[in-house]
Nanobody, 120 residues
Framework: QVQFVETGGGLVQAGESMTLSCAIS???????????FGWYRQAPGKARELVAF???????NYTESVKGRFTIFGDFAKNTVHLQMNTLKLEDTAVYYC???????????WSQGTQVTVSS
């Protein structure tokens, strides 16, 4: 299986910025087959949602609520992915998780994530 270690969460005020990082490890054949890195988040009482993803060609996609504020960076050679979050809003408060996708789909193994709390 693939393992994820997210870092960089914490408490920030609305309007501030924060960068999350994720290191991905696992069996080599799984890492080589990975073609997408993504960031998910889950706010209290809500379902987990895909926030942003990037593929090996550098194509990115963002959920509507973060477009223009968040930027995803991925290094498939180093198996790392980062999420630069600017102009944070109260509604960005959530536990953030990184994940990776192979042709068979997103990994079913989730880490504990990293808590991001935005205060007013």
């Amino acid at each position: 299986q693939v393992q994820f270690v997210e870092t960089g969460g914490g408490l920030v005020q609305a309007g501030e910025s924060m960068t999350l990082s994720c290191a991905i490890s696992g069996e080599l054949y799984m890492l080589r087959a990975t073609n997408v890195f993504g960031w998910y988040r889950q706010a209290p009482g809500k379902a987990r949602e895909l926030v942003a993803f990037i593929d090996r060609n550098g194509h990115t996609n963002y959920t509507e609520s973060v477009k223009g504020r968040f930027t995803i960076f991925g290094d498939f050679a180093k198996n790392t992915v980062h999420l630069q979050m600017n102009t944070l809003k109260l509604e960005d408060t959530a536990v953030y998780y990184c994940n990776s996708k192979r042709p068979t789909g997103w990994s079913l193994h989730w880490s504990q994530g990293t808590q991001v709390t935005v205060s007013s």
